[in-house]
């Protein structure tokens, strides 16, 4: 996970998660991504996480006000996503609100987490970016 490997990482985390079920439970599956431009921090739900093809995985973004979850889906071989379910809570972990929506699929901009989900989830697969 640490050097951008999100495949790898979902695979080692998935033989934690099944091959050693008594650690399941102690093993946070939120893991680190970095840092936003406005001091928020990501992480990828490596739990949730299906990585083949393309992906569809969950992104926590953490603020000072809120921390909101999101569901993307990358088309690896379109280099685009797709933002899916959201969820919003407050520093308490009261649930603010939450939906269901279809942002449309959008191409990858550089510089920004989407590209970072991408290459993550995308790039490591032996594909071309």
């Not at 079920?21 to 990501?42: H, Q, V």
Request: net charge positive; charged share 25%; with cysteine.
């Amino acid at each position: 996970m640490r050097v951008g490997d999100f495949r790898r990482g979902v695979l080692d985390f998935a033989r934690i998660f099944k091959g050693i079920p008594n650690f399941a439970d102690s093993t946070d599956r939120w893991r680190p991504l970095g840092k936003g431009a406005n001091g928020e921090t990501y992480y990828l739900d490596v739990k949730s996480a299906e990585i083949s093809a393309n992906g569809h995985i969950w992104v926590k973004t953490v603020g000072k006000k809120e921390t909101q979850s999101i569901a993307y889906d990358l088309d690896c071989k379109g280099r685009r996503l797709n933002s899916g379910s959201e969820a919003t809570y407050d520093p308490n972990c009261k649930l603010l609100h939450s939906s269901e929506f279809d942002g449309g699929w959008q191409q990858i901009i550089p510089g920004t987490i989407g590209e970072q989900l991408y290459a993550g989830t995308c790039s490591n697969a032996g594909r071309p970016q």
